[in-house]
């Protein structure tokens, strides 16, 4: 049986570049799945304004934790 150089060194190329493209992935994955950082979580002061006017006995002390980046929170009479 011949033979035929050109196929077996096309057929290995490709087994090779499709390796190389087999590593990549997985190390792109392992970085993105295993990927650690840290959030920090600080408390603010919120404040009622009744008809324009900052209400001194109503202030509120809040902690929110586990919310997204630019987010806007409403809060319309919550009772707790």
Do not use: C, H, R
């Amino acid at each position: 049986m011949k033979t035929n150089y050109k196929k077996v060194a096309k057929l290995l190329t490709l087994l090779v570049t499709s390796l190389l493209i087999a590593t990549a992935s997985v190390q792109a994955y392992q970085a993105l799945m295993y990927m650690q950082g840290s959030i920090s979580v600080s408390s603010k002061t919120v404040v009622w304004i009744k008809d324009g006017i900052e209400d001194p006995d109503d202030i509120v002390t809040v902690t929110i934790a586990g919310i997204e980046p630019n987010t806007t929170m409403i809060f319309n009479n919550t009772d707790f």
